[in-house]
């Protein structure tokens, strides 16, 4: 694949581009990646999930505001992380990419956005994401507001050039932590006051989620990233480790939703659909190749790895409701 050619599928300027207010609205809401968003979305729902059921605790008006706080910060991260990936090289030369999982939004790459007008949209985005975190600070007490800080903080770190966790083999457990058990965690203690070892469990398995659709979208972005010296575990494990590591994190959901189970903290038949989910994961792991021919597997892999995480929540939800 030659470095300038353009998918078929991916977003261009002759389609997005154009004058006026609706062309502007939806360049900026396609910018943010918005089909990743269940990963911002449906932890919070979970956590809030578990502080109704287990301790009949929630308030719609504190789930809309965390939500929104929660899905602004992932739009933000995902913005700053365009910009980051154009300003080091990784995005432009990404020619392995499998749109529109990996590779970014690719706006900037295909002329939609310049880079300084992506910076600017980054920290717009943040900027609504501490208003929103600032109002459940008023309305919850500042603790809240703490938590906001540490997940914009992950998610700008996770990009920042000169810090960039991403190329660290850091950026995977910074996302896991992000969009995982802050989150879960956060919803419990927003609507409950306190997190509780059952609500902990549950953000570790949403975490070990999160992480997997990182580690998995990584693997065909992991020639790029080498050439431009960002060094994700993907790039360090190569996709031999990545898939033993994959399969690692996904004995640890299983582990952490048999243990909810035996205390009693879900019902019983969330044995059978941890096992059930586990068994999704090891199927994914095993289309994680860079070999050429292999690239349709990966694709189905990495969406087997989405669904894993949104299915997942959305079980987790019921189980929770109905413990």
Known sequence: MDRLTQPAGEPSAAVLGGPGVGAALRRAFLAT?????????????????WAGAAHHAFDG????????????????????????DDLNGTDPANVLRIHPYTGGSRFIQNGILSRATVLRYAYGLAVAALAAGLTLAYLRGSGVALLGVLGLALGYFYSKPGVQL???GAGELACAIGLGALPVAGAVWLQAGQVDPGA???????????GLILLINEVPDSVADADAGKRTLAVRLGAGGARM????????????????AVRHDLPRWAIIASLLF?????????????????REGLKKSIELTLAIHALGCIALVGAALLR
């Open 200 to 210: 902990w469990l549950l953000a570790l398995i949403v975490s070990v989620w999160v």
């Open 61 to 84: 008006l504190w789930f809309a505001l965390a939500v929104l706080a929660t899905v602004l910060a992932h739009a933000a991260t995902n913005v700053y992380n365009d910009f980051s």
């Open 33 to 49: 990646r918005p089909k990743f968003f269940t990963a911002s979305v449906l932890p919070v729902l979970v956590g809030s999930a």
């Open 245 to 260: 590591l994959y399969q690692l994190l996904t004995l640890v959901a299983l582990v952490a939703g048999v243990a909810l």
């Open 278 to 294: 586990a068994a999704a994961g090891f199927k994914a792991s095993l289309g994680i190749s860079l070999d050429p021919q292999r």
């Open 166 to 168: 991403s190329g660290r």
